[in-house]
Nanobody, 126 residues
Framework: EVQLVESGGGLVQAGGSLRLSCAAS????????IGWFRQAPGKEREGVACISSSDGSSYYVDSVKGRFTISSDNAKNTAYLQMNSLKPEDTAVYYC???????????????????WGQGTQVTVSS
């Protein structure tokens, strides 16, 4: 059974940084694409970043390019999302997800990702 557990969320001032972690179990970690998504109140879930299991390529939504970095540590079965220069509009619940084909040239819609964590709240104050 695939299990994903996010951690690292919290309250931070604008301009600050957070690093989210996604601890995975129940599957061979580097067999699946990894994605980070977020959902703000009243808004649709959006893809933030993903990393491809096929070649390690990463992709980002335009609003976080240059500020967020996705990475993975296969030895620890853990993925990360380093978030710098945070803005109030980054406030949301952040989720990690895995799928076989979720990250192939872009971040595939959340509708197609197979397995999800429970989410971690990120709040950025102005």
């Amino acid at each position: 059974e695939v299990q994903l557990v996010e951690s690292g969320g919290g309250l931070v001032q604008a301009g600050g940084s957070l690093r989210l972690s996604c601890a995975a179990s129940g599957f061979t970690f580097n067999d699946l694409d990894i994605g980070w998504f977020r959902q703000a109140p009243g808004k649709e879930r959006e893809g933030v970043a993903c990393i491809s299991s096929s070649d390690g390529s990463s992709y980002y939504v335009d609003s976080v390019k240059g500020r967020f970095t996705i990475s993975s540590d296969n030895a620890k079965n853990t993925a990360y999302l380093q978030m710098n220069s945070l803005k109030p509009e980054d406030t949301a619940v952040y989720y990690c997800a895995v799928d076989y084909l979720g990250c192939r040239g872009n971040i595939v819609s959340y509708l197609y990702w197979e397995d999800w964590g429970q989410g971690t709240q990120v709040t950025v104050s102005s």
